[in-house]
Structures are given as C-alpha cells and as structure tokens.
C-alpha cells in the first residue's frame, strides 16, 4: 500500500481497504528502519496518530474532508508548524517552537492530511545538497537500491557503505528522499532557485515549483522574499496536482498572492499532442552538461516529436548571466532576511554579555554555519550604498530582461519549455563536498533558477536511469498560473516514458551521527 499513490491510497480509504491508522502506523515503522536515510529530523509519532484517529472517525461517518484526508505527509524544517519545533537545520533556531502553523501546512491539516514530522534541509535552505544542515547529510534513498547496486563497482565491505551513498541534492532533499523512499505520500519543500526540483530529479520523484504568487509563503521562514515559492513533491504528476489544488489560491497574510480563487482541477489524459508547440532552448546546452542527460532530453524531444507536436529550437539569450545574477540577488535579500536573528526574541543567544553588539556578533557567529555567513556578507557587500546602484539594481534590470526573454518565447506561441533539470545524476558525497557550497550551488542552479526569477511555474518529469542506475529528471516550464496545462503535459511524458520504481533494500543501519531524530507533538 505504501508504493501506492495518493489518489490510489485515497480511494483504498474511502473504501476501507486500509484505515487511516494502520496506514500512519506502516509510514512511522518505515521511517524508523530507514533512519539511517537522515530524511527527517522531527518525527511527531504521538500527533500523528491523533490526527489518523480522527481522520478514521470521519470515514466511519462517510464524510472525509477530501482527497488528503488519513494522507500521511511531511513537511521540510523551514516550515512553522505550531508546537513542533522548527530549527531550519541551524543551531540559530535550535528549540524554537512556532506558535502558529504556516499557511499551506494549516491548508493540508485542513484537509484531513496526517502530519508526520519535518524534513531535513541545508542550514536555512541554502545550498544544493541537503549536507550542510546542523543535523548532517541526507542520503539518497537510490543509494540502497538494487539498481544503483547492480551498476555500481565493487568496493571492500567497509568503503562500500560509508563512501558511495550519493547526495539528494537539495535544499529539500530530506522531503524528496521521504517520499522517494515510501515513508510519505507527498511532502512540501520550498523553491528559491531549484530547491524543489534539484532534489527531485536526484530522488526521482516528481517536484513542482507554481507560479509565484499562486501559494502562500506565509509561514514559509524566508530566503528569498521575491523567488521563495512553496514546492511540492510526490511519486506522479497525479497526486502533485492533488496537492496544488488544496495549497493554491489567496491568503490575506501574504499579499504577493492571487486575488483571484483557486478552482481545484484533475488532470485531462491527454491523447493528442498535435496542437501542442514545445519550446527547446538553446542556451540550456550549459557548460558541464553530461552526454547522459543531454541523451535524454534529445529523446524526450524525438518523443514529443514523432507523437505529432510541434517542437522547435527557441534562444533565451539572457539565459548566460543569469546565475550570476541570482547570486547577487539572492545574496542581498538574505542579507535582509537574516537581520532578524539577532539573540533578541527567539532563537539562539550567546552567553556574552559585555555589550549589546558583542551579544549580537556572538550570537550569530555561534548561530550561523559558514555558508550562511558567507552569504550575508556578500548581500551586504552589495548593498552597501557605494555597491548599490552597480550591483543590486543592475542585477535587477538583468532580471527583468530575463523574465522579458520567457513572455517573448511563450508570445511566440510556445506552450512549453523543456529543458534538463540538473547536469548530471547524483554524485557521491565524498565527491560533492570536495567542492565550497557556493561553487556547488552555482553549477546545480544553472537549469533551474532562471524560472524562479521569472516567477514560472515549473516542473521536475522523472524520465529514466542513468548507467549507473540513479534517476534522470526533465524540467517543463509552462506560462504563469498555467499550471493545469503545464501538468497535463507533465502527466503524458510521464506516461510515455514509464519511470521505474525503486527497488529500495532497507537494512537495519546505527549510525550514531543520526540519532537526533525527536519525538514532538502538538500543544
């Protein structure tokens, strides 16, 4: 029943195969065997099995709540969530318990979805490979599966296990690897520059940036207030548009969101492609793009070809400074954001007290790793009033004509854009940390984040395996609050190319770095 999907297990419920308990309690066994995962930092054991109780009383009396209802789901660290700690994967907020619940976690809870605890994360969602979060790494279920094993070289028992795990990729790698791993049927990551769908296509799963503005980000604690967009993952495109259809729509606390009411929709099966124009662009043949993946995209584009649509070589021609100008961006505003943690209201604070300056260094420089500090201090480089109007707001005009390039292309008649997701599979740890954060980031953002400055919605496809058997994923990006049309594409290249299941052998791993794991409950 685990490998089954959302809308699947829904209708088990409905049906009463399955009950809403049983169902939380198979999640929560599997989540303690594949522990050594590192995928969730809080498990709420005791909440969770109040919430599936009463989920169960309302199926007794025929009136479920909807399509989540008895859902078992986890939500990433960076969500609040009232009465479970939130700590972002930083020991700045280490024992900060919210007191109110974000908007799309309020949304799920609404709607009758089990809340099964909170997913790790890189420290304050910066980074791209879920390993620099105070709670350490998070291994990609893919690693203990049987064809990652069958392809992989033969090392001595003691290397093997400790040396070729590969990375999620992140920044919401631990709720791509929750759900990659059956432990939850849909999870919420939060996508700034790629963080929903870097770890998506590594775990593949499938992961859904909307369109900024169509979910609410209240709640969500911020990176980047102008990129940051709730994402959402699951194992088919069916079940991400589940979701989207209980999180979207207008929240008076946040006014970056639509006015408009969200209605709810299912995805069409789509038969005919003929009328459909897919757009590749050309300056997604980025440096460092390995031949497997670019032999996947090229099929994926004789796919949608050969099935009768129009597909046809577009130029995004700001595509080039585009990574460089996110860095610019997103550095200032985390610059701003992070002024907040100051020892003051919540959060850490340093035992030094010989001044009200000194407290707040020492605080923060406790508080934060060295890729957040990092960061805050290129934002404020660039903010600074001699660094402004070169840096800040010339990063700004830039952005501006890179959202001009994407209304020019989908003007032109485009429906979608397809494009690889990241550049190669995942790679192993031991590799991925041989390189600075801010050097990984810019070279795993390249595919993805151009979307985020242009505020589209955008979606991870699982497509294939790579010789090494670890999952390949495509990037669709469709015109803004055009998620159904985006999705019912999504839904028939997934169909096409009939992405395999993972063959996950669990075994009994103590590795005493990961034994943070909490119980937390709901006040």
């Known amino acids: 029943m685990l490998r089954a999907s959302l809308r699947e297990v829904s209708a088990a419920l409905k049906e009463g195969h399955v009950t809403p308990t049983e169902l939380c309690q198979s999640c929560l066994s599997l989540i303690k065997s594949t522990k050594f995962l590192n995928a969730y930092v809080t498990v709420a054991e005791e909440t969770a099995l109040k919430q599936a109780e009463e989920s169960e009383k309302r199926y ?13 789901i986890a939500v990433k660290d960076n969500f609040n969530t009232a009465g479970i700690e939130t700590t972002c994967a930083s020991s700045m907020l280490k024992g900060y318990i919210p007191p109110y619940n974000a ?21 304050f969602a910066m980074g791209s490979g879920s390993t620099d979060g105070v709670f350490g790494p998070v291994r990609n279920p893919w690693s203990y599966s049987r064809q990652y094993k069958e392809k992989s070289v033969p090392k001595p028992p003691s290397e093997d296990e400790e040396s070729n795990w590969v990375i999620t990729g992140g920044s919401s ?6 759900v990659s791993s059956f432990t939850c049927f849909a999870a919420l990551g939060s996508d700034t520059g790629g963080s929903t769908r870097n770890p998506a296509a590594h775990c593949g799963v499938v992961g859904l940036k909307p369109t900024y503005g169509l979910i609410s980000r209240h709640g969500l604690i911020p990176l980047v207030n102008s990129m940051d967009v709730p994402g959402i993952l699951t194992r088919c495109v069916d079940d991400a548009a589940a979701v989207l ?28 492609v003929s009328k459909l124009s897919i757009g590749i662009p050309k300056e997604y043949r980025a440096p460092g793009l390995s031949s497997e993946i670019l032999a996947f995209w090229s099929k994926a584009t004789d796919l949608f070809k050969n099935a009768g649509a129009k597909v046809i070589e577009v130029s995004l021609p700001h595509t080039h400074y585009s990574i460089v100008c996110y860095h610019v961006l997103c550095t200032a505003e985390v610059a701003s954001n992070m002024a907040r943690f100051d020892g003051l209201e919540y ?6 007290n010989k001044s009200t300056e000194s407290m707040y260094a020492a605080t923060r420089r406790e508080g934060f790793n060295d890729v957040v500090r990092g960061r805050i201090l290129s934002g404020n480089y660039f903010l600074l009033k001699q ?24 003007e032109s008649g485009v429906d979608i854009l397809l494009t690889p997701t990241t550049l190669s599979d995942a790679v192993p740890y031991m590799e991925f940390i041989k390189e600075d954060n801010r050097t990984r980031s810019a070279q795993d953002d390249i595919l993805t984040q ?18 090494r058997g670890l999952p390949v994923g495509l990037q669709f990006i469709g015109r803004s609050f055009q998620e159904k049309q ?31 794991q909490k119980s937390a409950s709901f006040s």
């Open 347 to 352: 959060g850490h604070r340093s035992d030094v």
């Open 173 to 178: 790698g631990g709720s791509a690897a929750a």
């Open 103 to 123: 908007t799309v976690v309020q949304k799920l809870l609404d709607q009758g979805a089990v809340l099964l605890g909170k997913t790790n994360l890189d420290e």
């Open 486 to 516: 985006l999705l019912t594409v999504a839904k028939w290249f997934e169909k096409q190319v009939k992405f395999p299941v993972i063959q996950l052998e669990v075994k009994r791993h103590d590795h005493s770095a990961f034994q943070h």
């Open 60 to 72: 007794r009396r025929g009136q479920p709540l909807g399509v989540l209802d008895g859902i078992p």
């Open 450 to 467: 151009a979307a985020n400055m242009a505020g589209l919605p955008a979606i991870n496809v699982p497509t294939g395996l790579s010789e």
């Open 387 to 410: 660094n402004y109007e070169k840096y800040f707001i010339k990063a700004q005009k830039v952005r501006r004509l890179i959202a001009n390039d994407f209304v020019k292309v989908f």
């Open 245 to 272: 259809g209980s999180l979207a729509g207008h929240d008076p606390k946040d006014s970056t969101t639509i006015q408009e009411n969200f209605k709810p929709f299912e995805l069409p099966n789509l038969t005919d």
